[in-house]
């Protein structure tokens, strides 16, 4: 394998704080939210609805992993339709997903509407993990960009960690048989808040200057890039994303031929691999891991609430670092971390070591997926894609965590069964060291870039491949 060049370095003008960055910043934290919160509520309601449908085992793992398939839908179709009708309708149609998801499972009577409803909600939130990064780094000028687009994935985990406190708090509203009766709805049902605020910042957000400029807009899309850098750099942008578009087709099958087919290997590769360490394995099953090393229900959903803030607290580091470090020096930092730690539980388990050094260990996993593949994994992918085909291209690459994601939520049990828990981690701990490796000799460090520096950077490597010698 060989490192990819990055672009020459260029300086740039002082970033402007403009309303419509402000803006775009709340719509990229919101739709993380959203995508945090929807995807973790599950956890508390599962046992309840299941209880109220008359679920067996088969019957209860589909309702609870139905908004994963509707997920990869919707990371599959999302970029499409960013790319045709533009970020900010896509952005609507996200938040309009949220919401009448959230008041359809409220008020589902039997279990066909209630899937019907997850399954929407699934696809609003597999859409939302393309068409959010990719409306803030379109945009958010070069020196912030890696921030802004973090802010999504501090939306996330703030959704995770809500989600967490919210279905306690509901839990403890009313008896069992209530909660199986009405509780499990109520926790849906305040998703529909957070996509009503997600609606309304989309309401004052301005289109995609680049969105604008590849569908033969200049006069607006001029228009918005002066009012987010200024008339000066606004106009060298825009000459920017001009020749830039210039020298793309615009057609799909240009992702599978050099000089962007490397951008779509990266990009895949990156998303399949932040989820094969396990992290959404620790997430979804943290209180039975803690269960199972011997707290009790209550010590567990504490230790869960932990290691939660563990997640928001490095991730705010990684929001400090991602346009100081790079991207790439955070993967490769966190996933080291991931790698050690993995490695570490599973000694542990080989050895009967469990309670707080077991959780200690478990904390580290999630803060170096909070510094590296949770934050930077997100940036590089959403801004390594030509104009004309990022929304396809970004469809395509996170399609590949969701499906890493369904398949390590799918084997874990078996993984299990088979390997043990000592070899099933020590498994997660292998991939986690292919990521860092991966990272290291593959993939280039974008920050301080602008999206067009970065296009020529694929340009340049393409043509250099074609020469002799």
């Not at 597999?126 to 945009?139: D, K, L, N, R, S």
């Not at 808040?193 to 033969?216: H, Y």
């Not at 087919?261 to 691999?273: N, Q, S, T």
């Not at 707290?295 to 504490?302: P, R, V």
Request: a neutral charge; one cysteine or more.
């Amino acid at each position: 394998m060989h490192a990819v060049s990055a672009p020459a370095g260029k300086s740039h003008d002082p970033v402007r704080i403009t309303p419509y960055l402000i803006i775009a910043t709340v719509v990229a934290a919101l739709g993380g939210f959203l995508l945090g919160y929807d995807n973790l509520v599950i956890s508390g309601t599962l046992d309840y609805l299941a209880k109220y449908f008359h679920l067996e085992a088969l019957g209860t793992g589909f309702a609870a992993s139905i908004a994963q398939l509707g997920g990869l839908v919707g990371a599959l179709c999302g970029g499409w339709i960013a790319d045709r009708l533009g970020l900010k309708k896509s952005l609507y149609a996200c938040a309009i997903s949220f919401v009448v998801s959230s008041a359809g499972i409220f008020w589902a009577p039997n279990i066909e509407l209630y899937t019907f409803w997850r399954l929407v909600c699934g696809l609003g939130s597999g859409a939302a993990t393309i068409i959010a990064p990719m409306y803030v780094a379109e945009i958010a000028p070069a020196g912030v960009r890696g921030r802004l687009v973090t802010i999504f994935q501090l939306g996330l985990v703030f959704g995770i960690f809500s989600a967490l406190l919210i279905n306690s708090f509901i839990h403890g509203m009313g008896s069992e048989e209530w909660n199986v009766q009405v509780g499990w709805r109520w926790m849906f049902l305040v998703g529909a808040l957070p996509g009503t605020l997600f609606f309304l910042a989309v309401l004052g957000a301005v289109e995609s200057p680049r969105w604008l400029m590849k569908s033969g807009r200049e006069a607006e899309a001029g228009a918005i890039l002066n009012k987010l850098d200024g008339p000066v750099r606004g106009a060298e942008i825009a000459g920017e994303i001009r020749e830039a578009l210039a020298g793309e087709e615009g057609r799909f099958s240009e992702l599978f031929r050099p000089p962007f087919l490397r951008p779509l290997i990266i990009g895949v590769l990156l998303a399949a691999f932040s989820q094969t360490s396990g992290i959404n394995v620790v997430l979804v099953y943290l209180p039975e891991i803690f269960k199972a090393s011997g707290l009790s229900a209550t010590d567990a959903f504490s230790q869960s609430v932990v290691v939660s803030l563990v997640n928001i607290v490095f991730s705010f580091v990684a929001l400090w670092l991602i346009d100081r470090a790079g991207r790439r020096t955070l993967i490769q930092l966190g996933t080291a971390i991931q790698f050690l730690a993995l490695a570490t539980i599973g000694v542990m388990y080989l050895g009967s070591v469990t309670g707080v050094v077991l959780a200690l260990a478990i904390m580290a996993v999630m803060a170096g997926h909070a510094v590296g593949n949770g934050v930077a994994c997100w940036v590089i992918i959403s801004e390594i894609f030509p104009t004309k085909l990022r929304g396809r291209a970004m469809s395509v690459a996170l399609s590949g965590m969701w499906v890493a994601s369904y398949l390590s939520l799918l084997v874990f049990p078996l993984m299990r069964k088979h390997l043990g828990d000592a070899g099933t981690f020590w498994c997660f701990a292998a991939f986690a060291l292919l990521n860092f490796l991966y990272a290291r000799f593959q993939v280039p460090e974008t920050k301080g870039y602008t999206l067009e520096e970065i296009e020529a950077m694929w340009q340049r490597d393409g043509r250099e491949e074609k020469q002799p010698g």
